[in-house]
């Protein structure tokens, strides 16, 4: 386990420009290796027939231009096809076998070349690498074409044919040393070749990489408090990852602020009734008195705390949560509230859409369903409706929703609505409540970045609450 955990301390990841020149380098090696195989062994292989083909030709050269006296004495050409073969200790040997003779070229005299047999008219060989002994008595090696071919003449009033072959040696290693001159060449400018493009592709490297390191360099300023959250202007690869960067900063930021606000908000509020129970301490009340205030004060502030730890609860949601279906959480609400409001007799009636789905918290959902759904239930005639649908579609975005919520109650004056919306406002004074649904409504649709529509419902008469949560990450 020591040496495990050492081991994984020691290793460090690479970056990613390092670990894809890396990666490209072995590529490119691999092929430039590969490359360099296949034109080697394409180089050798037309050398070789271009060397048998050239023998083929020195061949046909003599045996088309040399010619037989009556005797059936040869007679060679005037000019050699290449001056080599007149060429003491030259690499090119020509040599033509008779029936009972043989004729060699200036070149070949003096060697020890191998064994040479009249072949067949039309009959063809090439053979090699053959030992030689050249005319100094170093040993060598050639490789030898021949051919056989036969003369046809009329002497006597009949046709006489004559036979012999043309062989046509090469030293050995003439084609050797070509591969090898090739090889030298082809190497070199496959290794200026790789390097120029590894120094390219470096630079390609860092010219693509340049959008993430611009990313990161964002984020380090954002970690260091010289921004306030990452730019737009990214390419779309890395838009989705600066997005839930930019959602994950503001909704850390979000959440400590309303953290703040909370106990802000909550320190307030409990100063009051502090006071007043200092107050009624110092001013020597009796016992009675000093218990009814206390219950009351009590009473104040656990409404306070329970109203502010309520808020604090509702507020932040996770960035990436599963899809909720609405209904079974609405029908569970809606029982509740029945019972409660039986005496009202009041019917609620659902048109949810089946896709529709609610993409954060099931908590988040039944605050914002409750409170709507109370409401409608507390001030409705008879009737409440709950109509839920998807929202516009967004590419490579979860999908919005829109819930509305409607009732057949008296309905909110246009001139209300604002002031109704307020934390701690109600719609009517002599309703119970603490006025602080709505805004705790209000709170969960900020959180995600929706919108809450207040008006008069067309189809029962009275208030209508559409709330339009935006199409997510």
Not at 27 to 38: K, S
Not at 292 to 302: I, P
Request: charged share 25%; with cysteine.
């Amino acid at each position: 386990m020591g040496n495990d955990r050492r081991y994984r301390m020691s290793w460090r990841p690479r970056s990613l420009q390092v670990r894809q020149l890396l990666a490209a380098s072995v590529g490119l090696v691999a092929f430039l290796a590969l490359a360099g195989f296949a034109l080697d062994r394409a180089f050798v292989d037309v050398a070789s027939q271009g060397q048998h083909e050239r023998l083929r030709v020195f061949a046909e050269f003599y045996a088309g231009t040399i010619e037989f006296a009556r005797d059936d004495t040869l007679i060679p050409p005037e000019y050699p096809p290449d001056e080599r073969f007149e060429r003491p200790g030259g690499d090119l040997y020509a040599a033509v076998v008779m029936t009972d003779s043989l004729w060699l070229s200036g070149s070949a005299q003096g060697p020890q070349l191998p064994d040479l047999v009249l072949l067949e008219g039309g009959q063809e060989r090439i053979d090699g690498p053959l030992p030689m002994i050249d005319s100094a008595g170093l040993e060598g090696e050639v490789v030898r074409y021949g051919r056989g071919f036969v003369l046809v003449r009329e002497m006597g009033g009949q046709e006489t044919e004559t036979p012999f072959t043309v062989y046509i040696m090469e030293d050995a290693g003439t084609l050797p040393s070509q591969v090898q001159v090739f090889r030298q060449a082809l190497w070199r400018y496959l290794g200026v070749s790789g390097a120029v493009l590894l120094l390219l592709q470096s630079g390609v490297l860092r010219w693509s990489l340049w959008p993430l390191r611009r990313v990161i360099d964002e984020l380090t300023r954002v970690q260091r408090g010289q921004l306030n959250r990452m730019g737009d202007l990214h390419p779309r690869e890395l838009q989705p990852l600066t997005e839930s960067i930019n959602a994950l900063i503001e909704s850390e930021r979000q959440g400590l602020e309303h953290q703040r606000n909370t106990m802000a908000d909550l320190a307030h509020s409990l100063k009051t009734p502090l006071a007043v129970l200092r107050t009624r301490l110092d001013s020597g009340a009796s016992d009675a008195e000093l218990r009814e205030d206390l219950e009351t004060q009590l009473q104040r502030m656990n409404d306070l705390v329970g109203y502010q730890l309520g808020r604090a609860a509702s507020r932040g949601h996770k960035l990436f949560a599963a899809p909720v279906e609405i209904e079974p959480h609405a029908e569970q609400i809606v029982r509740g509230l029945e019972k409660i409001y039986a005496s009202k007799g009041v019917l609620c009636e659902f048109d949810i859409d089946p896709q529709a789905r609610f993409h954060g918290e099931p908590g988040d959902l039944q605050e914002l369903l409750g409170n709507l759904l109370e409401n409608a239930f507390k001030w409705a005639g008879s009737r409440v409706l709950l109509t839920v649908k998807p929202g516009a579609p967004a590419a490579n975005r979860r999908p919005g929703v829109i819930i509305a919520v409607e009732d057949n109650g008296a309905g909110i004056p246009q001139d209300r609505i604002a002031a109704v919306l307020q934390r701690g406002v109600r719609g009517d004074e002599r309703v119970h409540g603490h006025g602080i649904g709505l805004s705790i409504v209000q709170d969960i649709i900020a959180s995600y970045r929706g919108e809450l529509n207040v008006g008069a419902s067309e189809e029962l008469g009275g208030a209508r609450f559409e709330v339009v949560l935006p199409p997510g990450l």
